[in-house]
Structure formats: structure tokens, C-alpha cells
């Protein structure tokens, strides 16, 4: 499917501030069978926008604004083909992926209520494992906006039996590596014209290792697989390695975020 995105993030300051630093991971990847067709960046201030390649292959963009400002914009627009499902691409994890993925991480932490969690749907294998975990995170967790944050890790998410898209992809990467599965974190978007509540534009979902098999990609919220409605920003241990965007300033301002996404076929 084709697929236009238009993501625009606004920062505004009650008081001006001297200096900003902006990091964003908004390109759409150039794999799993998905490709960007074309992809722009504007920011406002104007700055020169540097880029460099993570080894996971997520692209990063990053900028200074130097001058004294109280508002600060990042626009970004991108088309993308996106296949029917993930396409893996690697068949054997490196030594340091494979540490990655399976150690507990800054939002999925091992504890004992995640161990029990996960052994309670333990399947003949390890593919079978993946699904049944998927469908215990849809049923057990209600998906309720406001009920967590951008700090809230996976046993916290547990206990409260709620949370967004973000969460539920973190407990079941957690509930994975709890049973020797490697599980990352994919951040990106979603098209779903027939939205039942359960998603926004911009969503989170997660991929898991098969030993002889590769990666899945499959998503707790909706209880599914990638599809072709999904577009795939960058992956990572956990929500904190690819957040689209993220920075720091100098002043002592209040900040208010602003954020709007659009998913469009073509």
C-alpha cells in the first residue's frame, strides 16, 4: 500500500529560551519489504539539519537552534510502499542484537509479576508462546488514553490492567524475553480508516524473534500481525532508543508539546 504521512510537532515556551537541541527519528525505514518513496523536513526556526544511520537502521535527524526563541516547529512529510507483512530480512541474531533484545531494558524490567504473567501462556513453542502472549496483553489490558505516560515501564502497566499502544507493546517484549524469546520495540504509524479507538495516526507495536524462523511483527493492541496499514519509523529495545522526537533547551521555561499526525492512502 501507499501511503502519505504528514507529522508536524510543535514546542512552545511561556518565556523565551537561548538554546534548543532537537533529535528526531521521523524517516520511514527502508526495510522489511517497506520503502520511502520520499521524505521532507522542515524546522522552524531554520536550522542546518544534520543526519546519520543507527546500526539498527533507523534514521536520525538532529539540529541546533542557537538564537532566542519561544516556539519551535518540526514538520515532516513522507510517502511510503509498504508490504502485505514484515519481510525479514535476517535469519540469525549478532551476538549483540541477540544481548539486546533478551536483557530486561529501561521500560521492560524482569520482575517477578512479568514472570508469572508470561509462564501462565507458555506453548509447545516458541511461535506458538508469541501468539498466545499477544492475545493475553489484548484481553488482559484495557486501552484507556491518559491512564499512563511517557515514564510508565511494563510492571507498573501490569498492575494498573491499562494503558495505550505504547504499553501494551512494552509488556509483551517483556513478557518475551521473560521466556528467552528476543522482542524489540517498533515505533511508526498506522492507517486504520475503521478506527475502533483502539490506535491513533502515530502507534507502537513490537517484533519477536523465531529461532530458525526470523523476526514477526505483531501487534497487542489490535491483536494481529503487521499489516500493510502499518508504516515503520525504527526499532529499538524499548520506547526510549526511538521516540520521534526528543531534546533538550537552556532557559527556564514551561513547555508545551503539541502534536499532529495524519495517515493517508494514495
Known amino acids: 500500500m501507499r501511503l502519505r504521512i504528514d507529522h508536524r510537532t510543535t514546542l512552545s515556551y511561556d518565556q523565551q529560551i537561548s538554546e534548543a537541541y ?5 524517516k520511514p525505514m527502508d526495510a522489511g519489504g517497506q520503502r520511502c518513496l520520499s521524505f521532507n523536513l522542515v524546522t522552524e526556526p531554520r536550522g542546518e539539519i544534520m543526519q546519520y544511520l543507527e546500526r539498527r537502521r533507523n534514521d536520525v535527524r538532529h539540529f541546533d537552534v542557537l538564537a532566542p526563541h519561544t516556539r519551535l516547529m518540526v514538520h515532516s ?28 531494558s529501561t521500560y521492560t524490567p524482569e520482575d517477578a509479576k512479568t514472570r508469572r504473567f508470561a509462564t501462565t501462556f507458555v ?39 491499562q494503558g495505550v499502544c505504547q504499553d501494551f507493546a512494552h509488556v509483551m517484549i517483556a513478557s518475551c524475553r521473560c521466556q ?32 530458525g524462523s526470523g523476526w514477526i511483527s505483531l501487534d497487542p493492541t489490535h491483536n494481529c500481525e503487521q499489516t500493510e496499514n502499518y508504516v515503520r519509523l525504527a526499532v529499538g529495545r524499548d520506547y526510549s532508543d526511538v521516540p520521534p522526537t526528543r531534546g533538550v533547551f537552556k532557559g527556564k521555561a514551561k513547555e508545551t508539546l503539541d502534536v499532529q499526525v495524519s495517515v493517508h492512502p494514495l
Not at 22 to 26: A, K, P, S
Not at 149 to 158: G, H, N, Q, S
Open 22 to 26: 532537537t533529535e528526531m527519528r521521523l
Open 123 to 161: 506453548q509447545d513453542d516458541a511461535r506458538d508462546t508469541v501468539f498466545a502472549l499477544m492475545h493475553a496483553v489484548y484481553t488482559h489490558l484495557k486501552y484507556v488514553p491518559g491512564a499512563t505516560d511517557v515514564r510508565t515501564k511494563a510492571d507498573d502497566v501490569l498492575t494498573l490492567g
Open 180 to 211: 528467552g524469546i528476543p522482542a524489540r520495540y517498533v515505533s511508526g504509524y498506522l492507517n486504520d480508516p475503521a478506527s475502533d479507538g483502539r490506535n491513533g495516526a502515530s502507534h507502537a507495536w513490537m517484533d519477536a524473534f523465531i529461532p
Open 77 to 104: 512529510t513522507s510517502e511510503v510502499l509498504t508490504p502485505i507483512k514484515l519481510i525479514d530480512e535476517e535469519h540469525e541474531l549478532s551476538p549483540l542484537d541477540q544481548f539486546d533484545f533478551l536483557m530486561p
